[in-house]
T-cell receptor
Framework: AQTVTQSQPEMSVQEAETVTLSCTYDTSENNYYLFWYKQPPSRQMILVIRQEAYKQQNATENRFSVNFQKAAKSFSLKISDSQLGDTAMYFCAFTRREYGNKLVFGAGTILRVKS | NAGVTQTPKFQVLKTGQSMTLQCAQDMNHEYMSWYRQDPGMGLRLIHYSVGAGITDQGEVPNGYNVSRSTTEDFPLRLLSAAPSQTSVYFC????????????FGSGTRLTVV
């Protein structure tokens, strides 16, 4: 079974600084997709960034970027120039190339951005 | 753009009661899913559907039923509510292209007393 591990239950960062959230996963598949979702206090789940396993280039979306290490099965999220609005729970998620697009989530990391 | 609409947003049930959580999407997505979110456990898949008339079980299906008579709607039924079903429930939808990722509804906080 696929598993996703987020080893940092909580993190904090000063406004304008950079923070990295860790995620590791376990799979025997070669073709799969990885995602980071943000859940602010509003409870809404917001897709932050996605990575396709067959692409070696790390995905980037504005201030958000990933460090995808396929051999190590690691998928960390880097947030640059942190803003107060980045305060949220962040979930790492995995889906393999299969029927149904079933997402497997990590337990989440609470990120607090301090002013 | 409505996206994924879930109702209700909050609900309190007594043990043994039944209810249906509604979910509708207007993006013509093929895939729809229900997840529950519990502290320290992330989101876990309850049931999913790859198209109208086709449903299957996820990781934690016991106590829940689903059906999908149209592409747009995917209701989740609790047949006899139990305190263990106290959770936040999310409906989500996506295109069959796995790279697109899921779009989530705003969630339903359910408390069973």
């Amino acid at each position: 079974a696929q598993t996703v591990t987020q080893s940092q239950p909580e993190m904090s960062v000063q406004e304008a600084e950079t923070v990295t959230l860790s995620c590791t996963y376990d799979t025997s598949e070669n073709n799969y997709y990885l995602f980071w979702y943000k859940q602010p206090p509003s409870r809404q789940m917001i897709l932050v960034i996605r990575q396709e396993a067959y692409k070696q280039q790390n995905a980037t979306e504005n201030r958000f970027s990933v460090n995808f290490q396929k051999a190590a099965k690691s998928f960390s999220l880097k947030i640059s120039d942190s803003q107060l609005g980045d305060t949220a729970m962040y979930f790492c998620a995995f889906t393999r190339r299969e029927y149904g697009n079933k997402l497997v989530f990590g337990a989440g990391t609470i990120l607090r951005v301090k002013s | 753009n409505a996206g994924v609409t879930q109702t209700p947003k909050f609900q309190v049930l007594k043990t043994g009661q039944s209810m249906t959580l509604q979910c509708a999407q207007d993006m013509n997505h093929e895939y729809m899913s229900w997840y529950r979110q519990d502290p320290g456990m992330g989101l876990r898949l309850i049931h999913y559907s790859v198209g109208a008339g086709i449903t299957d079980q996820g990781e934690v299906p016991n106590g829940y039923n689903v059906s999908r008579s149209t592409t747009e709607d995917f209701p989740l039924r609790l047949l006899s509510a139990a305190p263990s079903q106290t959770s936040v429930y999310f409906c989500a939808s996506s295109y069959a292209d796995r790279a697109a990722g899921y779009t989530f509804g705003s969630g339903t906080r359910l408390t069973v007393v």
